[in-house]
């Protein structure tokens, strides 16, 4: 009898064991399935994105930057996005040369000044490729202007350092004159003036198309080489449509293993539907020739192309 009850609760353990592994495998299996699926509707390679983009011209392919150069340089004093200060060999450093090169190329007319950035997710990097490429140009010479178009989520006071108020909100409400919300802000090899944001207004699209705001860009040709605007991602808000028929150029940060299909496609047919001189930045790519070729220092040589995706420029030696 014993020798029975022994076999029965033997039985029912194993039996209960084996219920449990294959409860755990198929909650494994589904696991793997929804994460799939989840990841099937972010863009998570480079050659991916480029099938998507089409015939779209590319300005630029950011590299993802290393952690512990980002760690250092905000140690050593500076600016977040002033990678030139520390990084001046990175690929990071690069791309933004390439970019700024890519735009002088593409921009012949001197009346090619106002280039927004924007992106069609948050999180996919338009705010550090817009002050990246600002110091880029500051360290050509250029004389800039940075606008914080996205009056919904303030940041760019804080990177900076400075107060929030007064910004752009109270100029559009004609609390301030523009030059008096104006900010100089120090890189490392020279400095470009900014406009931030200030504090967010009820209606941030409608203070955008204000005849207040076409103005102040029209001032703003007058005085600098390039504009550079930081805009919302579009489509989550419309602010970039309404920003876009001021710019001479859109540029549309687009991050891998952050951009979502869905919003990237509604994003680039509005855009290029809409935008003579509409193109693209890839963010958050793998960084060629990381260790250095022919003794120009880490970097050198990063290719960049501003034609479409099926004939490359690469502007190396």
């Not at 007319?109 to 950035?117: A, F, G, R």
């Not at 919904?152 to 004609?174: A, C, D, K, M």
């Not at 204000?210 to 991602?233: C, T």
Request: proline fraction near 6%; charge should be positive; charged fraction near 20%.
């Amino acid at each position: 009898m014993r020798h029975f009850a022994g076999a029965t609760v033997y039985k029912i353990g194993r039996l209960t064991i084996l219920m449990l592994a294959g409860l755990v495998g198929l909650l494994l299996g589904l696991s793997l399935v929804l994460t799939r699926r989840m990841m099937a509707t972010i863009f998570q390679t480079e050659k991916d994105l480029r099938k998507e983009l089409g015939e779209l011209p590319v300005f630029g392919s950011i590299p993802v930057r290393r952690a512990a150069a980002a760690t250092a340089e905000q140690g050593a004093g500076a600016l977040p996005f002033d990678v030139f200060a520390t990084e001046p060999h990175s690929p990071f450093a690069e791309a933004f040369r390439h970019l700024r090169a890519n735009i002088y190329y593409s921009s012949p007319s001197k009346d090619d000044k106002v280039i927004l950035i924007t992106s069609s997710n948050q999180g996919d990097g338009k705010t550090q490729c817009t002050l990246s490429l600002a110091a880029a140009l500051v360290a050509d010479g250029k004389k800039v202007l940075v606008i914080e178009g996205d009056m919904h989520r303030p940041i760019h006071h804080t990177l900076f350092g400075e107060p929030q108020h007064p910004g752009l909100s109270s100029v559009l409400t004609r609390q301030v004159e523009w030059a008096d919300a104006l900010r100089v802000i120090h890189t490392a090899f020279g400095t470009f003036d900014a406009v931030t944001a200030g504090a967010v207004p009820p209606s941030p699209n409608e203070l955008l198309s204000s005849p207040q705001f076409a103005a102040l860009v029209m001032q703003a040709k007058r005085h600098y080489d390039f504009i550079l605007i930081d805009s919302p991602p579009f489509p989550l808000v419309s602010d970039a449509l309404v920003i876009s028929m001021l710019a001479d150029r859109v540029l549309s940060v687009l991050r891998l293993n952050n951009s979502a299909r869905g919003a990237v496609e509604e994003h680039i047919r509005r855009f290029s539907a809409s935008t003579p001189r509409y193109g693209v930045i890839m963010n958050g790519v793998a960084a060629p020739f990381a260790n250095g070729a022919y003794g120009y220092g880490p970097g050198y040589g990063h290719g960049m192309d501003i034609m479409p995706n099926h004939t490359r420029i690469h502007a190396s030696r």
